[in-house]
């Protein structure tokens, strides 16, 4: 068996090879929390013996935003720093991979003002659509990965100390990356390869919708016409494969934005800006959730979908078997990157172009008259759980089961 | 007596107010190193309870920076992350104002390629040129503060345990700013008082030259004709009255680029980039230090003085008594911001425009025909001790005791 320190070696050259694929003379930008140091000193050093020109390390404080949203001015929750956001969106233009090491609070901003967090959120988004509409048009290569706090372990093992918490979170977070295998990368390799087969299968389908029905849940998410299915790993428009999220158990495809109908549940709670959000019911009429309520965390949940137009609409869906390698973890991670590795689930906003073929030569009218929804968000929320049922619906309205009871049938 | 949390709060309190009289809705961007937390989350919350816009902490990781010089490659030791400064270059030009937390270790990069240091050190300088003469012509408000961290501490006091050490700095860097009387902000504003008394006088002489004479020593230090001496706070072209340094004791003014003769020796050691520079002892020529000879570190020193045309020259003269509050310590810092403030300094490089009545309206020629100086680097280094004597030479060649063993006659 392998020591603490050697699997974390290992996690951090799977993130640098295999999830970002990282190119010699590429600039890295890594976002991370501050209590990180330990997997971000073996992040920086795998970069660089990757080869790479620049490791910009940014550097996030629990603190430091907490302070801003208690004892900050309206004008200062209101701002967000155009011109940082305005050269990272320069850096990835001129070729900079991104990596986001996820770590947070699911409960960070609990106790203060939604409606600040809010504001600041929506300011925030605004700032960086400009990066983030690089990252989910794939033009650049690049990765989310977990790490194991103490802060975010409290929350999941609420009943163990705090160093025995940190433990066994890495132990989960090892076991759900594949890390524990004997040979991580090539396991990874391999995952990503059932992974695409999938994907091969289900784009073979055509299908015109998905319809899921369980407790609370009787939904019909029409697809695009022309949808393309992914999961595992892709390239990027700059040429590298990289395997954008670790883990990752989805396959995922665009539904059409004004063709969503049906009732809908969440079947776990979701960590959403800082706040604990769970028990969600959503009905959709022709692509908008128009009620929508939830037991927990009402108004942070509906200030995010009041942003804008898009954030009441589906950017995504995706399929993922109970019985996969987070699902086996047995956890609620209480962390979206996680979580929604263990459980189908829909977002609302924005959609991924990788999904429909040949939109970056469309219009913005276009994108939007095909189906593809436009948002400041993309907000995923798990839909699945081992009550579900799955069937894919044909052009023709006949059907093929796709999942029973939470598995691949 | 005061709890050390107390002086802390006052320090960070003396920082905000005194040290950057930051304004209502002014943004603030703020450089601190990655193990500061403490002290800068209270800068953090006094600079929103002033009414900050914004406060971006950029926080430095030695580590990363370390790898980077170990790991990387050629190319990534002589890159610097333009996109980056020039967004911080822009956010100086709408306004912001600067704050920097100096608390490395003083030999943070011991060990270290001294060429790969000076490679990486000049490729940030030049792409931080645009920042550096925003502070350095007073652009904006701007201030620099220490504080205590336990890989300083054990350069200064390696006698003690990291705890006992840490405690120790703390209360030597409380006691140079002022923070152990009674009413710290009333004894800054008093003390800057005195030395704005002293800048009237100096003023008033219309010095041509200063004369330093004692052990290794024999230097005279041609002044621009109309330089302006300054100390203590000052009001930037924003109009805001700020002390760019705490502590600050010294009294300083602008040399002739190409009119300082003799020789001078060091009398302090100097962390230079990481690095220890000791035993510097400098011939000067019409202006160009032409010998240059250090006991410790050379190539170090002599690797900051080929940057460029300019880092051979000297950028600023200034004077200080040894029995000044910083010198009162009894303590050599190993960091400039106090070194430089317990004893009579020279730097080589940049000249600040704040010396020179009438400088912004010049064009560079009319600057360096004036004998301002112009360099990518401005480093000081300490000339000053009990046994140094110096006289002001007035334009018949008369001349005025200033200082007498280290204090003001």
Chains 1, 2 share one sequence.
């Not at 960070?108 to 983030?132: D, F, H, V």
């Not at 890495?170 to 090539?186: N, Q, T, V, Y």
């Not at 979580?339 to 999904?355: L, V, W």
Request: hydrophobic share 40%.
């Amino acid at each position: 068996m392998r020591s603490f320190e050697e699997n974390l070696r290992l996690y951090a050259q799977l993130t640098i090879k295999e999830g970002l694929g990282l190119a010699v003379d590429q600039e890295l930008i890594l976002s991370a929390e501050i209590d990180q140091r330990p997997f971000v000193h073996l992040l920086v050093e795998e970069a660089y013996r990757a080869g790479a020109k620049n490791v910009e390390v940014l550097w996030k404080d629990p603190e430091v935003i907490k302070t801003r949203l208690r004892d900050g001015s309206d004008a200062a929750v209101a701002y967000a720093p155009t011109w940082l956001y305005d050269g990272i969106t320069q850096a990835h233009k001129d070729g900079a991979a991104r990596l986001g090491v996820a770590s947070s609070d699911p409960q960070m901003l609990a106790g203060l003002s939604p409606e600040r967090i809010s504001i600041s959120s929506t300011a925030a988004s605004r700032a960086t659509k400009a990066t983030s509409e690089l990252v989910s048009g794939f033009a650049i290569n690049w990765c989310i990965v977990g790490a194991a706090s103490v802060d975010w372990a409290s929350r999941v093992f609420p009943d163990l100390s705090a160093t025995e918490g940190v433990t066994k979170l890495w132990e989960k977070i090892f076991m759900a990356s594949r890390i524990l295998e004997e040979d991580p990368l090539a396991a990874w390799a391999t995952h990503c390869e059932t992974l695409e087969s999938k994907v091969v299968y289900l784009n073979g389908l055509k299908l015109a919708a998905l319809h899921f029905t369980g407790p609370g849940t009787d939904l019909t998410v029409g697809l695009v016409e022309g949808h393309e299915w992914a999961g595992g790993r892709g390239y990027s428009k700059n040429g590298i494969r990289c395997s954008p999220n670790i883990p990752t158990e989805e396959v995922f495809t665009m539904p059409h934005r004004a063709n969503v109908n049906g009732v809908v549940s969440s079947t776990m709670p979701l960590s959403l800006r800082g706040q604990m959000v769970d028990k969600i019911r959503a009905e959709f009429k022709d692509g908008v959730a128009v009620i929508v309520t939830a037991g927990v965390g009402q108004s942070a949940f509906e200030n995010l979908i009041n942003t804008d137009d898009g954030a009441r609409r589906l950017g995504e869906v995706a399929l993922v078997p109970n019985s996969c390698k987070v699902g086996q973890t047995g956890t609620l991670f209480l962390n979206t990157l996680y979580d929604e590795n263990a459980a189908c689930h829909i977002a609302m906003g924005a959609s991924y172009s990788e999904n429909l073929t040949g939109i970056d030569d469309m219009t913005d009218e276009e994108k939007l008259e095909r189906g593809a929804n436009d948002s400041l968000i993309h907000v995923d929320w798990m839909i699945g759980s081992d009550q579900i049922d799955i069937d894919g619906i044909l052009g023709d309205g006949s059907r093929v089961p796709l999942m029973k009871s939470g598995e691949w049938v």
